[in-house]
């Protein structure tokens, strides 16, 4: 089957394409073996974890591989594959692909992406690679991997960052995708060590103070004054529910029109949900 340049609309299209035409057949651990050529950076990330959910409900997915050699090399799967060798695993239920060598890493690319299991910077160094090796534009690949060329162009922004300046993003914690897109803005403004500074002292923790971070550039002293002294009286915009601090509530999930959010107890559950009442516009 040629895939040179096959345009898919959807990640499930693509993936049913692409990877769940194989052979699946179960494989010898000892002849299985990671790829050097993977998005994900930290590939043992949470292995534990994943160890224990295969012990309890097996191996739910098989690891994707392809021929190499006398073996078989991992395609996509290989935390599954790290996981089931602390479980002590000898043999994995594998899917067997046979592509184009060029192709290999545009599937690993989709599988992780369909899990949500890649950092923003891997995503955005992963499709910054994706889109130089097969020369699309950014409307090209926001078509193959199913999303708005918006977001595609938004998440290229964060690989374009200098490597200083994403190690600096590391250290302060700063790893939320919406939060590193702002951080490319700032730094095209000039202001990106301002705004990490800010992000670590714990005044931009959304991409609502983030925006008002940008708003407050020609401020006045006075103007500042003003607003920091609305912001502190109950029940203003902006302000925080009495008594809890807005790191309290780190944004667990956020898929589509869902958002998860997670309280530190009842109590405190109630006075986000009586401030988010109080507070939160539909037109937001």
Known sequence: ?????????????????????????????DRIHPSEEQPRKDRTVAVDELAESIKKDGLLSPIVVTRAGEGYRIIAGERRFHALTRLGWKEAECRIISREERDYYRIAIIENLQRENLSAQEEAEAL???????????????????????????????????????????????ENKNLLIQAVQAHRKGRFDEFVSAYESGAIRTVRSARDFFSRENESPNE???????????????????????????????????????????????????WIKKNASPAN
């Open 128 to 174: 910054l690679r994706l889109k130089q090796q097969e020369s699309y534009s950014d409307a090209e690949l926001a078509q193959l991997v199913g999303k708005s060329r918006n977001y595609i162009t938004e998440i290229l922004g964060i690989a374009g960052l200098p490597s200083e300046a994403l190690k600096k993003c590391k250290e302060a914690g700063l």
């Open 1 to 29: 089957m040629s895939s040179k340049h096959k345009k898919l609309g959807t990640l499930a299209d693509i993936f049913q394409a692409e990877s769940l035409d194989g052979t699946i057949t179960r494989i010898r651990m």
């Open 224 to 274: 500042e004054r003003s607003r920091q002294d609305r912001a502190g009286q109950p029940g203003a915009p902006g302000s925080k529910p009495s008594g809890i601090e807005a790191t309290d509530y780190p944004i667990i999930r956020r898929k589509g029109n869902i958002l998860t959010i997670e309280a530190q107890d009842v109590k405190a559950a109630r006075s986000l949900e009586n």
